[in-house]
């Protein structure tokens, strides 16, 4: 797990559970590419409320049929791994934001033996 460890760049993508691509949720095809591009790791944070690019306001309202809720993905990598996934992938990202953060991984366990 050592080259999971040390300072890496954590790259944030902003998108909406309605977002969709090839007719498919945006999020899930996104996992696949990040899948297929071996990055570190993904995590998929669903909001509760947000403010988006229009300046509306997103947020849960129990008696809604239809949900438009903000969902964030985060993945840790190396710099040089980041670009390269977003040089191949952003065109996929119809409206949303990208951000990218320094970030230093201290700790990173895992159960499975011997994947240094």
Do not use: C
């Not at 997103?58 to 438009?68: D, V």
């Amino acid at each position: 797990m050592k080259r999971y460890l040390g300072s890496k760049k954590v790259m944030r993508i902003y998108l909406d559970n309605s977002d969709i691509f090839d007719g498919k949720p945006l999020w899930q095809e996104l996992f696949k590419k990040i899948k297929e591009e071996n990055l570190a790791g993904a995590t998929l944070i669903k909001a509760s409320a947000g403010i988006g690019v229009h300046s509306e306001l997103h947020t849960f309202e129990i008696w809604s049929l239809s949900q438009k809720l903000p969902i964030i993905i985060e993945v840790i990598d190396s710099e040089d791994n980041i670009y390269r996934f977003l040089e191949r992938y952003d065109s996929m990202i119809g409206e949303g934001l990208v951000t990218l953060s320094d970030i230093d991984v201290i700790r990173y366990k895992s159960v499975t033996k011997g994947r240094d």
